[in-house]
């Protein structure tokens, strides 16, 4: 007899299933029409680390059982101290023509009431080989997921008002977020009250006075948590006072990658400003990093952190006015696109004013930051999926004796790269457009800007537009 592995991974919840038959197979299934399964066991394991310091991984496995229509477990399954709770099984003949049979698993946890029990449906088609000695041979092992998680986002919607919910101060800091009502202490700097209607509520915040220099942080961190599918998470800010240092979130991944994914710097204007991420399937956990460039007017507030499946439209579009909108600072470069409006710095090159002619404000890379010709500054949009070919457009100003390249490129999940357009060197004293076919695909768009020297070397670009077609879903 041969032993046959099913791998079921539920959120937190992984279910093993070893199952026996009672003929010789290969992985060759020309003639193979019938597969009786003899007996059938479960291994249970449980990951609840979304409780953070006080959370457990375990797991148990079942004795071998009788295949049966159907099985209830009455008598619940304890897997250590993380959950216990009934499991069913079916052995069911496959329905999709490839496949010999199927098997259908419940777990019903204890430890979560907020979800359906995750049921997954795997089918066995007989090609698939069995873990050797040296671990796990070259065809992959069938798997299945649930859409709807059991755990998934627990804990990281929040409004403060009953306090920090499960998000938990990062050890090892000096200073820490704190819970805030009403005004800050600093009348210059922090909001008046949250981000509600009545503005009666709390928020969180993070008091300058307590910063003593410019290198201090402060993060708090959510608890973690396992998600099957892209989502949205949402957040309201306020970034008001003239001593305002940075926001930053930052995503964690199950390898423990961290990955700035959006920052503000200084002053922001007075009110909440709403930020919406693309909250990816690898993330683990998220950070809000706050840090002060002076000791005072800093106070920087976080409100009404949420998290949404629902897809919602992704814009391209972008005049530089008052933000740099859905496109984002590339935290691994050497330079920064700086939001900029009149004449640039170098008075040999860049450009007098915006695109318009208006006292509006464009993107510049300052070519005297560059140290060496390798220096690189990249801004980055979310990740899109353009169904159709659609044209973009956007401005773009290189007029200096010094002046490096511009380059716009795709970038897939995987990191490869697709190069869409590049200019060297000085092309006019004017601004000029670019006229660019996004391809068909799932990827997001680079910007990317060097010097060839550190004078003469200022560059530009403004107003980025997608033309025509349906708005982009994320």
Known sequence: MK???????????????????DRNWSSDTEGCEKLNVTRVRFMIAVNATYQGEHG??????????????KLNETKPIKVGYCDKGQAIYQIIPATDGKSKVS????????????????MCQIPFNGTFLLPGPDGYDDELMPNCYVEDSREGDRGLTCNFDNGPCEWYSVKGNSVQWKIGTGSTQDPSSGPDGDHSPTGNGQYLYIDGHEFFNSSLVAE?????????DNSTLSFWYHMNGAGVGELRVIFVDRYNYRNIVWSKSGRQGSGWHQAILILNDLTAYVIFEGSTR?????????DDVSVSKEPYEITLDCTFNKDTCSWLQDSGDNLDFHRWYGRSPDFTSGPKIDHKNTTEFYLLLKGHEARNSSWTARMYSPYVNIDSPRNLTFWYHMNGANIGHLKLYREFADGTKQQLFIKSGRQSSVWEQAHITLPTGFYKLVFEADAAHHYSSDLAIDDIRLHGGVPIVG
């Open 3 to 21: 032993g046959v592995c099913f791998i079921l991974t539920f959120s937190y919840v992984v279910i093993s299933v070893i199952g026996y038959k």
């Open 220 to 228: 708090i961190r959510s608890p973690d948590f396992y998600i099957l």
């Open 103 to 118: 098997i259908n698993v419940t777990f019903f946890s204890s430890d979560v009431l907020d979800a359906d029990p995750p």
């Open 56 to 69: 457990c991984i375990a797991s148990v496995q079942t004795p071998w059982l009788p295949p049966g229509k």
């Open 294 to 302: 002076l000791h005072y007017s800093s106070d920087i507030a976080i």
